[in-house]
């Protein structure tokens, strides 16, 4: 795993932003795994930059969600695929089309979340997956305890993230799912390449349970471990709490500059 601690979110964002459009110069038709929520919101501000400019298109691609809340509509402006239609599709060049996501209103969720899998595959599997980190350590929805082998699933959020999750539901926190579907660990862990992001202080603690604790389900994030292409890109606020913090920056300034993340 590689762990790049950068000064800000910004100079953070700018070096997933670097790798992605790597990714997109060698395969137009690239598949991209998108995480909604607060952590992802400046990247996806640079990539609208860099389409705007010219730098960076992403007309080709294809792109799967990770995760829906179940029972909001696809319109309900709380719903991720009205969040990534309006932080992603408005913003760049992606065709709509070619953006997936899980049906939280679907009658048979389970055959929703079997058949989400099944288009993954016929896609090829995603090649960068873009990450954020609960703070109790969840990736995707996949709750502590979940399985390191789970595939996409119904699963109950816990008190705190339901807590954590009220900011993005103004004036109708009672509104608030407490049930999701997610790609589980095992469906995340066949990404070709992994980015987690993580900004601030309230990030510090999962970010060292997930980097530096045990593998353990307590913790899903720490399923990146497994991973041969994980790289967790966190500001410093974020690795306040790594022990080897130190050994993290000199790995990265001892890069041969041509060498990506
Ligand atoms: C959302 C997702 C979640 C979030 C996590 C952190 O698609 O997968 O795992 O990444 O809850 O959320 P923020 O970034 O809002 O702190």
Redesign the pocket.
Known sequence: MEVVVVDSPEEGVALVADALATLVARRVDAILGL??????EPLYEELGRRCDTGRLSLQGVRAF???EYVGLAADDPAS?RTTIRRQVVDRLDIDPDRVSGLDGMALDLSAECRDYEARIAAAGGVDLQL?????DG????NEPGSSLGSRTRIKTLTEQ?VA??RRFFVDREQDVPRHVL?QGIGTILEARHLVLMAWGEG?ADAVARAIEGPLTALCPASALQLHPHATVVVDVPAAGRLALVDYYRWVYVSKPSWQGI
Request: no cysteine; proline share 4%.
């Open positions: 995480s909604t929520g607060s952590s992802p969600l990770l995760d991720y990450l954020g980190i609960g703070t969840h990736i995707g929805f993230t954590d999750n997610t990030k």
